[in-house]
């Protein structure tokens, strides 16, 4: 198995798969109604729906660094507003949210490991998350995944 076979797994199991640490993101998501989604059960916290939005942006930016080499604000921002809360709107956003994340594990599956030495970025810039190498950026956004399935779950329980 290549290094880049090894950090898709990873991807794949802080999504959807056998994550050894608890529930995986998708997992987390599943069986949620817009309603749900939308509410805000902590006062200052994000909404599940948020963070799916937050987390579809992400990927799918880290999906754009892999196949380009660059790094730039995720669009349509870091932190997407969801909009009018219609269950067909909320099954849309995870739709977007596994499409990114399958496209990405694709892409990554596809890169030369050679490639995961590759800087992007001129300098380091914590919040854009440039100026480390791919190999940091991809084992990153699987602690993303992980740390945002962990936020989606305390809601849920605070849903109740």
Do not use: C
């Amino acid at each position: 198995m290549t290094e880049t076979e090894r950090i898709a797994d990873q991807l794949e199991r802080s999504f959807d798969g056998d994550a050894w640490w608890g529930t995986p993101l998708r997992e987390a998501l599943r069986g949620l109604t817009a309603e749900q989604a939308s509410r805000r059960p902590l006062e200052r916290a994000h909404t599940v729906w948020e963070i799916a939005l937050h987390a579809a942006a992400w990927i799918r930016e880290v999906g754009r660094r892999v196949r380009t080499g660059e790094a730039r604000e995720p669009e349509p921002a870091d932190w997407p507003e969801p909009g009018e809360p219609t269950q067909a709107r909320w099954e849309a956003a995870v739709a977007e949210l596994e499409a990114a994340h399958r496209e990405l594990v694709d892409a990554v599956r596809r890169m030369p490991p050679e490639r995961l030495g590759a800087v992007l970025g001129d300098a380091r810039d914590r919040p854009l998350g440039s100026g480390v190498t791919l190999y940091v950026l991809l084992h990153g956004l699987a602690q993303h995944n992980a740390a945002h399935a962990s936020q989606v779950s305390l809601l849920r329980k605070a849903l109740g």
